[in-house]
């Protein structure tokens, strides 16, 4: 049976994808700070901090597959990232380990196309595109120079679980949604790429499982929903059965802000996202996986508001899982 070490269990997509991998199969090692994690019975825990490579090492030991979910907060990026990548593929380089990594659009910077495919050049202009680009050239060196594998899904901002509190689809676009309000960060009419994390973490495992026939370096775009804030907000009130007010982010005050808070002047950085339409084809990773999960929008928001917390089950509209089960069927 193959085995994976999770890293950042707890976090947003670590925690889909420890789900993921274990009903699909696969023995699977949840690894945080604490080794502490909450999930059923059957799920071995350790713990390690991903910023001491003897820890990484020896957490990851017996473990065929590492995949590296932790995502330290934007301003710690600069002191975090690397070091962290460099433990991961070294860990993997010790074990003889595939490496999994999930990528964002980051590094295609700020002039990013509305069309991206696995041939669009990365062009990064921005302090963290840079940062993820320099991560995943590490990943390419490894592969060509230690034999090391590394399989990368690159995605738009996700939603969707209990985990996901740290997204922009939980802590801004729904935020206020109990009170009737969706906040939208950008034009309702720009194209946005989002993540749906459970469909996600499916092509992760899906990939992991055709590692053999892989190259020791491959990226993959995951699709996921490409849609306008329109379709967001259209989909938000068919889950709830009720039209929402509408607000925007003031993105001025934010960079004010930034001048004082470390974290606003890095959330601000990445405002550019949220004006330029952007959304990922998917043909290569159609073609190594053929059945790519992709969760309908409207159902896959009822989840992602039914398991956040954001808005609880008994304020969601009366009659939408009911709706939703019909759609399905």
């Not at 420890?18 to 699909?24: D, L």
């Amino acid at each position: 049976m193959k085995k994976i070490a999770v890293f950042g269990a707890n976090g947003n997509i670590g925690n889909h994808a420890v789900r993921a991998f274990c009903k699909a199969g696969w023995q699977v090692r949840a690894i945080t700070r604490n080794g502490q994690f909450n999930h059923a019975q059957g799920i071995e825990t350790a713990s390690a901090n991903a910023m001491d490579k003897a820890q990484v090492i020896s957490a990851t030991r017996g473990c065929g597959y590492i995949i590296n979910c932790v995502n330290p907060p934007y301003p710690k990026w600069q002191d975090m990232c690397m070091p962290i990548a460099v433990n991961m593929i070294t860990a993997a380089a010790q074990h003889k380990a595939v490496h999994l990594f999930p990528a964002n659009v980051y590094n295609y910077g700020t002039q990013i196309p509305a069309k991206i495919t696995n041939e669009t050049p990365m062009r990064p202009d921005t302090k963290k595109g840079h940062i993820r680009l320099d991560m995943e050239l590490l990943f390419e060196q490894f592969a060509v120079e230690k034999n090391v594998q590394t399989l990368i899904l690159r995605a738009g901002d996700f939603f969707g679980g209990s985990h996901s509190q740290s997204s922009w689809f939980d802590t801004v676009v729904t935020k206020s949604l109990a009170k009737g309000k969706i906040t939208y960060p950008g034009p309702m009419n720009v194209v946005h790429s989002w993540a749906y994390l459970p469909d996600m973490a499916q092509a992760f495992v899906k990939i992991a499982e055709q590692s053999n026939e892989l190259s020791n370096f491959e990226p993959f775009l995951f699709k996921g929903h490409a849609i306008t804030g329109n379709e967001l907000k259209a989909a938000i009130e068919q889950v709830i059965e009720k039209s929402c007010k509408l607000s925007g982010l003031p993105w001025p005050l934010l960079r004010f802000a930034g001048l004082f808070s470390p974290m606003m002047r890095e959330i601000s950085e990445m405002s550019y996202l949220w004006h330029s339409p952007h959304q990922m084809g998917d043909r290569k990773l159609q073609q190594t996986i053929r059945n790519v999960e992709h969760t309908p929008l409207v159902q896959a928001v009822f989840q992602s508001l039914a398991e956040s917390g954001v808005m609880t089950s008994a304020k969601l509209g009366t009659n939408a899982e009911g709706k939703l089960l019909q759609q399905v069927n």
